[in-house]
């Protein structure tokens, strides 16, 4: 039986999970195969008894999740690894009755060690801005360190130029926020009408989140379908990317505008199927990693006072 270690070191916690290999093989093999790694913890602030962290491999979006269930339907406990690239775990009642695939489950000794890092957590996210490093590892193992994977290595020296500076960039940010998210949740960019910038915040989170997991997520997700030809997934990267592209550059990530753009330019010399997966997935993972940040730091709290429900209001 195998079991995984889910630890936050600021929080001197740690849970065990055992992996529920017979669900999912493929995908709990995958997960399994990118430990040891570290991420950052994040809480949901729609669905909200579950809290996840972005996993650093593209694995889980193409792997195949072979038993999927509802998890507000599952018992407290239970791991998840979705195709956004998110580990998921459900500590208490879900109000989103989304279909995931699962992996492992928090035994019910650790449950009440679960719930309070949970509740840390949510204050990180909704009020406080912390920053929670989660470090993931198989049990009985623990490694001196730990470095971002590398996505393989493609043919032309300008793509691989390219390839490295995303890995780069990626590495700088995975655990420390990038400087042009913290400029804007400042006030710093000059944008946003009649002198607020709320919504601009409202607008980069959406734009992020349709670049990432909704764009180049699934265009990793073609590369494996051999019905798609790698023509059109040249064709349809700068098409479903440029416009997100310009207006996040504009809202101050002049890296991403950039890193983007280069990446445009750099199709015509990728030649296989493999060599188009490597870069974006890279630019994948760098723009979700973006996205996680852009979460965190979201002003949630202004919600407080003026946007209950008429239940949560009743019971105030």
Not at 33 to 45: G, I, T
Not at 53 to 77: F, K, M, N, Q
Not at 261 to 284: G, I, N, V
Request: neutral net charge; proline residues 7%.
């Amino acid at each position: 039986m195998k079991r995984v270690v889910i630890a936050w070191p600021a929080l001197d916690a740690q849970v065990t999970a055992v992996l529920t290999e017979e669900l999912n093989p493929e995908l709990t093999r995958a997960w399994w195969d990118m430990l040891p790694y570290r991420s950052v913890q994040s809480h949901a602030v729609v669905a909200d008894g579950h809290f996840y962290h972005l996993a650093p491999s593209a694995e889980p979006v193409h792997t195949p999740h072979r038993t999927a269930e509802d998890r507000s339907l599952a018992p407290d406990g239970s791991v998840y690894l979705s195709r956004l690239q998110h580990l998921l775990i459900k500590y208490a009642p879900l109000l989103e009755p989304t279909v995931c695939a699962r992996v492992a489950r928090v035994p019910e000794e650790d449950l009440p060690t679960l719930r309070r890092v949970a509740e840390q957590c949510w204050e990180s996210v909704y009020r406080t801005k912390r920053i929670l490093e989660v470090r993931v590892t198989r049990h009985g193992v623990h490694p001196d360190h730990w470095c971002l994977p590398i996505q393989p290595r493609v043919v032309d020296p300008d793509a691989q130029a390219l390839l490295d500076d995303l890995h780069a960039h990626t590495e700088r940010i995975w655990l420390s926020p990038p400087a042009d998210l913290l400029a804007l949740n400042r006030g710093e960019i000059p944008l946003g009408s009649r002198g607020q910038y709320f919504s601009t915040l409202v607008y980069v989170n959406g734009e992020l989140r349709l670049l990432g997991s909704t764009t180049l997520n699934p265009l990793v997700a073609a590369t494996f379908d051999q019905d798609v030809p790698l023509a059109a997934l040249r064709t349809l990267l700068p098409r479903l990317t440029a416009m997100q592209a310009e207006f996040l550059g504009h809202c101050g990530f002049h890296d991403l505008h950039s890193l983007m753009h280069r990446t445009h330019r750099a199709l015509p010399a990728l030649r296989t199927r493999e060599e188009f997966r490597s870069m974006t997935t890279a630019l994948a993972l760098y723009v979700n990693c973006l996205r996680r940040w852009a979460l965190h730091f979201f002003p949630w709290q202004h919600g407080e006072d003026h946007l209950f429900s008429a239940a949560a209001a009743r019971n105030r």
